[in-house]
């Protein structure tokens, strides 16, 4: 999904939103639970335990914007 999320908002001119469609999309979304790592059972690829970086809830919420904004996340990783 990646390349084609990639062709896809080049060619757009709304805003294209991903979820484990790579970090060309024109924005990230992210389940809380998945961002803070409290999912039950297997975690999602797409995520990133962002409170595990963090120590605190709003600093989880406002580590994961600032990756999304400077392009740390997703990773090649965190994509299908």
């Known amino acids: 999904p990646a390349a ?5 908002s080049e060619a757009l001119t709304i805003p294209v939103i991903g979820i484990g469609a790579g970090a060309d ?3 990230q979304v992210l389940v809380l639970h998945d961002m ?8 999602p690829r797409f995520s990133h335990d ?3 970086d963090s ?8 580590r ?7 392009g740390e996340f997703p990773t090649a990783e965190q994509q299908y």
């Not at 120590?55 to 406002?62: T, V």
Request: charged share 20%; aromatic share 6%.
């Open 36 to 43: 803070l790592g409290i999912t039950p059972g297997k975690r």
């Open 50 to 52: 962002f409170l595990a």
């Open 25 to 27: 999309c024109d924005g």
């Open 55 to 62: 120590g605190h809830i709003p600093a989880a919420i406002s």
């Open 64 to 70: 994961y914007v600032e990756a999304v904004k400077n």
């Open 4 to 8: 084609l999320a990639k062709i896809i």
